[in-house]
């Protein structure tokens, strides 16, 4: 259905979206102390919600707009965050992935991170206020977005951000623990929303090509979500006070990356389980994920490739 305002930018420029992106950016803003915090973020929610009880497209697509810009600059804003309390902290700049294409390997992805105006402008303005906090904030805030992207039938959106944020997981790696716990929590919800992503779409399309493409680059964001987030995953799942994630989650997420892995093909499957493999076996304080099972299954696979390969020679 076309939007009612006969726009193509999803209402972006109308009353109520100016209004809900206002509120979204007025919650980034004040601290969670703020007794006014509460207020403004149930606000966002019951417009979102008032959106979506219409059953409109033009309001349905107010909200995908502005919640995904919302959850693109509140990303941008904790890589920021993270960037400054690794500088005040004297931290170096984050971790290696392995894994990552080498053309990822040597950009200088930390002055990339503060180097759009409105990004450097709000890191001023976190650092005079001198909140460590900020960071752990944000994240919680991109947790309680994805959250309701999904809840809108919008997942797509995050799950599309964070399998690109190659800063923001390489800046985990060596973020304060309380953040780390964080960022482990919205990776096991994206993780399972990117595995989630194709199951709820109609077959009723004839255009197979469009189907298989749309299929490969499920699996190729599926890929790069493992790629990146596998690595904090392996080093800080075990908390501060109390694990990140309950036994009855961590066996949840084992699951689903299991099967993500199981749906890629046999060369993505290797990419992913050697980096898992890698960072599984050197980090001494945690033995989750388990993907010992996924491991087997591939040499399995990969040793009857071969002799079927060889058989037919």
């Not at 939007?3 to 206002?22: E, F, M, V, W, Y």
């Not at 919205?186 to 595995?195: C, N, P, R, V, W």
Request: proline share 3%; aromatic share 4%.
């Amino acid at each position: 259905m076309p939007a009612a305002n006969g726009g193509d930018d999803g209402g972006s420029d109308t009353a109520i979206a100016r209004a809900l992106s206002q509120l979204l950016s007025i919650v980034n803003d004040i601290p969670v102390s703020s007794r006014k915090y509460q207020v403004v973020q149930s606000l966002a929610e019951n417009v979102i919600h008032d959106n979506q009880r219409e059953d409109v497209e033009s309001l349905r697509q107010v909200n995908r707009t502005v919640l995904s810009t919302a959850f693109s600059r509140t990303l941008s804003q904790l890589v920021a965050a993270a960037t400054l309390e690794q500088q005040q902290h004297g931290g170096g700049g984050g971790g290696d992935i392995a894994g990552l294409d080498p053309g990822h390997q040597h950009h200088h992805w930390v002055v990339r991170a503060v180097r759009s105006v409105a990004d450097v402008v709000w890191t001023k303005r976190v650092s005079s206020s001198g909140s460590r906090s900020s960071a752990e904030k944000l994240a919680a805030e991109l947790l309680w977005l994805a959250e309701t992207l999904a809840s809108c039938g919008f997942c797509e959106e995050s799950v599309r951000r964070w399998a690109s944020a190659c800063t923001l997981a390489r800046l985990s790696l060596s973020a304060e623990p309380r953040l780390q716990a964080s960022l482990v929590k919205l990776s096991a919800l994206l993780l399972k929303y990117a595995k989630d992503m194709g199951v709820n779409e109609d077959s009723a399309d004839d255009n197979v090509s469009k189907k298989e493409q749309l299929k490969r680059n499920e699996e190729k964001m599926q890929m790069q979500m493992l790629i990146l987030w596998i690595p904090l995953l392996c080093i800080a799942p075990n908390g501060t006070d109390a694990p990140v994630l309950s036994v009855g989650e961590r066996a949840e997420l084992e699951r689903v990356m299991a099967e993500t892995i199981e749906m890629l093909e046999v060369e993505d499957q290797e990419r992913v389980l050697s980096l898992w493999l890698h960072h599984f076996t050197y980090c001494s304080s945690s033995d989750w994920p388990n993907l010992h099972a996924s491991y087997a299954r591939w040499c399995n696979a990969s040793r009857k490739h071969l002799l079927n390969h060889n058989h037919n020679l």
